[in-house]
């Protein structure tokens, strides 16, 4: 079974500055999609961005970009210029891509990110 | 483009009860998650519905059930309600060429 690790429970940066948010994995398959959630006080889940194992390239979304090492089965999140529109809980979640197992969604237990001004 | 949506938005249910939450997908999408979030957590896996049928199904009892409509939209029922079963519900809605899922606002259940 997958599990999903992100060991920073709460973090929180200055309006405009850069912030990572910590996500590592565990999974003995090779095809698999990796994936950011920002879950705002709205209760909302809203996709961040997406990774595909596959794929060398680390995954780019404006402000929002990842850094992928499928070696090191880590993915972290980097949020550049900050704004308070980010604060909210942010979920790093993760989906097999083989066989009948490429339906569910594995999450960890989420990052509580405040933007303080 | 109607997103996914879900009714109700809150409840409140009495232990022993039994409960339906209603979800209906985004525009396009026939494939429906649900998933349970407790307090403090990320959302846990409970079942998913495609062409009327469960596909996949994650570790939850068998009072959690599910049906879902030739519309595409879909039913969670829970049965005999326990305080544990206190939680955000959660449908998320894909299609058949996406593995991404779209997420709904959630229905709070409260059970007392």
């Known amino acids: 079974a997958q599990t999903v690790t992100q060991s920073q429970p709460e973090m929180s940066v200055q309006e405009a500055e850069t912030v990572t948010l910590s996500c590592t994995y565990d999974?003995?398959?090779?095809?698999?999609?990796l994936f950011w959630y920002k879950q705002p006080p709205s209760r909302q889940m809203i996709l961040v961005i997406r990774?595909?194992?596959?794929?060398?390239q680390n995954a780019t979304e404006n402000r929002f970009s990842v850094n992928f090492q499928k070696a090191a089965k880590s993915f972290s999140l980097k949020i550049s210029d900050s704004q308070l529109g980010d604060t909210a809980m942010y979920f790093c979640?993760?989906?097999?891509?083989?066989?009948?197992?490429?339906?569910?969604?594995?999450f960890g237990k989420g990052t509580l990110l405040t933007v303080n001004p | 483009d109607a997103g996914v949506t879900q009714s109700p938005t809150h409840l409140i249910k009495t232990r022993g009860q039994q409960v339906t939450l209603r979800c209906s997908p985004k525009?396009?999408?026939?494939?429906v998650s649900w998933y349970q979030q407790a307090l403090g957590q990320g959302p846990q896996f409970i079942f998913q519905?495609?062409?009327?049928?469960?596909?996949q199904r994650g570790n939850f009892p068998d009072r959690f059930s599910g049906h879902q409509f030739p519309n595409y939209s879909s039913e969670l029922n829970v049965n005999a309600l326990l305080l544990g079963d206190s939680a955000l519900y959660l449908c998320?809605?894909?299609?058949?060429?996406?593995?991404?899922?779209?997420f709904g606002p959630g229905t709070r259940l409260t059970v007392t």
């Open positions: 999974t003995s398959e090779n095809n698999y999609y």
């Open positions: 979640a993760f989906m097999s891509n083989s066989g009948g197992s490429n339906y569910k969604l594995t």
């Open positions: 519905y495609y062409e009327e049928e469960e596909r």
């Open positions: 525009s396009g999408h026939d494939t």
């Open positions: 990774q595909e194992a596959y794929k060398q």
């Open positions: 998320a809605s894909s299609g058949q060429d996406t593995y991404e899922q779209y």
